[in-house]
């Protein structure tokens, strides 16, 4: 501080960010970023960032707060920023402690087998899907196991 003149702190803005699903509310506080896996590529918000909407696929969320950051696993959805907020509507979202790591490796196995088995057929793009999902999870769920 300079003498005869008084300290301003400047408040840096933030961001609102509430992540919902069809059953629960997941996420609801402040956050200095959000990154997110859209259909074009990641997206990393921060805050006064223009106001944006967008499809999100299966892949890896990551809140940011105060330096510390909070990994969540989501299957799809979409994003939307408005004013420094920024919602998030998931087909299903986890934390990363809340995975079960033998059902996410299950699930990606079975995902493996429809790939490798039913190239051509309808079923196909379900298991790729499913496949995107499963790895999803898994990489969040090392997030906490390291």
Same mark, same amino acid.
């Given at each position: 501080m300079t003498e005869g003149r008084p300290s301003r702190r400047v408040e840096r803005p933030t961001l609102r960010v509430?992540?919902?699903t069809d059953d629960r509310v997941v996420y609801d506080g402040l956050a200095e970023s959000v990154s997110a896996p859209a259909t074009l590529g990641m997206v990393t918000?921060?805050?006064?960032?223009v106001c944006f909407i967008t499809t999100l696929e299966p892949g890896e969320l990551?809140?940011?707060w105060q330096g !510390? $950051?909070?990994y969540y696993a989501i299957s799809g959805g979409f994003l939307e920023v408005r004013d420094n907020e920024v919602t998030i509507l998931g087909d299903t979202v986890e934390r990363a402690e809340?995975?079960?790591?033998?059902?996410? !490796? $299950?699930a990606r196995q079975r995902a493996e087998v429809l790939v490798h088995t039913a190239r051509g057929r309808p079923e196909y793009l379900a298991g790729l899907q499913a496949l995107r999902r499963s790895r999803a999870r898994l990489r969040v769920a090392q997030r906490v196991r390291r």
């Amino acid at each position: 501080m300079t003498e005869g003149r008084p300290s301003r702190r400047v408040e840096r803005p933030t961001l609102r960010v509430t992540i919902v699903t069809d059953d629960r509310v997941v996420y609801d506080g402040l956050a200095e970023s959000v990154s997110a896996p859209a259909t074009l590529g990641m997206v990393t918000i921060l805050p006064l960032h223009v106001c944006f909407i967008t499809t999100l696929e299966p892949g890896e969320l990551t809140v940011r707060w105060q330096g !510390e $950051a909070s990994y969540y696993a989501i299957s799809g959805g979409f994003l939307e920023v408005r004013d420094n907020e920024v919602t998030i509507l998931g087909d299903t979202v986890e934390r990363a402690e809340e995975i079960d790591v033998a059902r996410a !490796e $299950a699930a990606r196995q079975r995902a493996e087998v429809l790939v490798h088995t039913a190239r051509g057929r309808p079923e196909y793009l379900a298991g790729l899907q499913a496949l995107r999902r499963s790895r999803a999870r898994l990489r969040v769920a090392q997030r906490v196991r390291r």
